[in-house]
């Protein structure tokens, strides 16, 4: 698990946001025009909102699944408060808690 500090979040969301507004405009150029612009715009905003989020990364977790016993491994990516984890063998959805994650502090806690 990798904390990641604000400074970071805020690059990633400030490039996410920047690469929106760079694609829309060529995106508009294609027929039907507005919905592929605000569409750009839209992931854009989403994109950077899950940046802004990510608190900390899930990076690796060993583990088992609670119903056939196979390895867990989860894809690295933002971690959630809790982090579900689907086991691939049996599609069982376990839920992944970390002791003092539960009510992250922070603007992003909500
Ligand atoms: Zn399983």
């Known amino acids: 698990m990798l904390e990641?500090?604000?400074a970071w979040?805020?690059?990633g969301a400030a490039l996410?946001?920047?690469g929106?507004?760079?694609?829309?405009?060529?995106?508009a150029l294609v027929p039907p025009h507005a919905p592929w612009a605000l569409g750009a715009l839209g992931v854009g905003v989403l994109l950077a909102r899950r940046r802004w989020q990510e608190d900390y990364t899930l990076?690796?977790?060993e583990g088992?699944?609670?119903v056939c016993g196979a390895a867990l491994r989860p894809p690295r990516g933002r971690l959630q408060h809790p982090h579900p984890v689907t086991c691939e063998a049996?599609?069982?959805?376990?839920?992944?808690?970390?002791?003092g994650?539960?009510?992250p502090p922070g603007p992003s806690s909500g």
């Open 16 to 18: 996410r946001i920047a």
């Open 20 to 27: 929106g507004l760079a694609v829309a405009p060529l995106l």
């Open 59 to 61: 990076v690796d977790l």
């Open 101 to 103: 994650l539960d009510s």
């Open 4 to 6: 990641r500090p604000r």
């Open 90 to 99: 049996c599609h069982h959805q376990a839920t992944l808690r970390v002791d």
């Open 64 to 66: 088992a699944c609670p």
């Open 9 to 11: 979040r805020v690059r």
